[in-house]
């Protein structure tokens, strides 16, 4: 079982950044692609942002130039840096991991609130 650990949500006003960070316990990290979803009140889930193991990276449209999906292996964390917020960038975020093995059934961070508000 791995175990995916999620930090850095909160309230930011328009404009702000905002770091997320999401760590996984385990053996299985290096090998396995990242992501992030949100999902915001009365919306369906939307994915964010994926990084693969050899760090290809991917965004939703809607957050290119403004997010940034990074890992660092050696702390088996991975990152989201989200700068110049929207109010609807507000949603819970969560992170994943995508081991190969699993054939798609991903393991899934508790999720951490970003509320974009002044």
């Known amino acids: 079982q791995v175990q995916l650990v999620e930090s850095g949500g909160g309230l930011v006003q328009p404009g702000g950044s905002l770091r997320l960070s999401c760590a996984a316990a385990?053996?299985?990290?290096?090998?396995?692609?990242m992501g992030w979803y949100r999902q915001a009140p009365g919306k369906q889930r939307e994915l964010v942002a994926t990084?693969?193991?050899?760090?290809?990276?991917n965004y939703v449209d809607s957050v290119k130039g403004r997010f940034t999906i990074s890992r660092d292996n050696a702390k088996n964390t991975v990152y989201l840096q989200m700068n110049s917020l929207e109010p609807e960038d507000t949603a819970v975020y969560y992170c994943?991991?995508?081991?190969?093995?699993?054939?798609?059934?991903?393991?899934w961070g508790q999720g951490t609130q970003v509320t974009v508000s002044s």
């Open positions: 994943f991991l995508d081991y190969p093995l699993r054939g798609g059934n991903y393991y």
């Open positions: 385990g053996n299985i990290f290096r090998i396995s692609a």
């Open positions: 990084i693969t193991k050899t760090d290809i990276t």
